[in-house]
């Protein structure tokens, strides 16, 4: 089983990205590993969408607005490729 570590930064504002291949694209790695999973004996599966995530802490004093602008910027231009991903943002306190 795979535990995930969170980032602990105390009283720092966290942001999620997480990206994902547009459902108008085909997903190789997703049919890959559904086919894995089925070959595994989880016949209930039936499909998988690849994707990535990251955690990301924001500095101090950043206002959550300006934040919110940055993590978009980056998500979009650095993250992700718009051509054949999608990406959403969440902000956590």
Do not use: W
């Amino acid at each position: 089983m795979f535990v995930s570590k969170t980032l602990t930064i105390k009283g720092r504002m966290k942001a999620r990205v997480y990206v994902s291949i547009k459902s108008t694209v085909l997903d190789p790695q997703g049919q890959t590993i559904c086919s894995a999973l089925k070959g595994l004996g989880h016949k209930e599966i039936a499909a998988v969408r690849q994707g990535k995530f990251f955690e990301i802490g924001i500095a101090d004093g950043t206002p959550r607005e300006q934040a919110a602008q940055t993590l978009d910027e980056i998500a979009r231009d650095v993250l992700s490729n718009p051509v054949i991903e999608q990406y959403r943002v969440e902000i956590l306190d």
